[in-house]
């Protein structure tokens, strides 16, 4: 809780400070698609990352007029060592066929997401949770 939603506010709430007025600015948050669903084991995880969610929204209103758009990037399962670290390889199979896509996500599809959101083009969405993630979530 303390480093995904508390952690994510203080970040937002200086960003929201230092970003000019006016000046187009982007924050980007970052939740899971677990967040959408119910897992054992995993209460404060969810809570954490759909409290980031909540609070993209919210902050996008309340950055009304100031031309900072504020969104959020909800990967599914990415391929990192984060994601092997201590996993079984039933577990990282059940992750690997859960989208339709049946594979697990690179940090390279996530990538140009972010890119956009965070460019020109982007200014038009706004307090939006985005999901990548293959198909994991329809």
């Known amino acids: 809780m303390d480093v995904n939603a508390t952690g994510t506010f203080l970040v937002c709430q200086e960003a929201a ?6 000046g187009h600015g982007r924050i980007i948050t970052f939740s899971s ?6 897992r054992a ?4 995880y969810i809570a954490s990352k759909a409290a980031v969610e909540a609070l993209t929204k919210v902050l996008a209103k309340e950055l009304r007029g100031r031309r900072i758009t504020v969104n959020c990037v909800s990967p599914g399962a990415v ?3 984060m994601l092997y670290a201590g996993r079984s390889e039933a ?10 896509l049946e594979r697990l996500g ?6 140009p997401l972010v890119s956009f ?6 200014e038009w969405v706004n ?4 999901r990548i993630d293959g198909g994991t979530v329809i």
């Open 127 to 130: 307090g939006q949770v985005i």
């Open 17 to 22: 400070k230092r970003v000019t007025v006016g």
């Open 117 to 122: 959101l965070a460019s020109d083009e982007g």
């Open 41 to 44: 084991g995993y209460g404060a």
């Open 106 to 111: 690179r940090t390279e599809d996530i990538a």
């Open 33 to 38: 698609i677990f967040a959408q669903g119910v």
């Open 91 to 100: 577990s990282l199979e059940e992750l690997r066929v859960a989208p339709v």
């Open 79 to 81: 391929a990192t060592d």
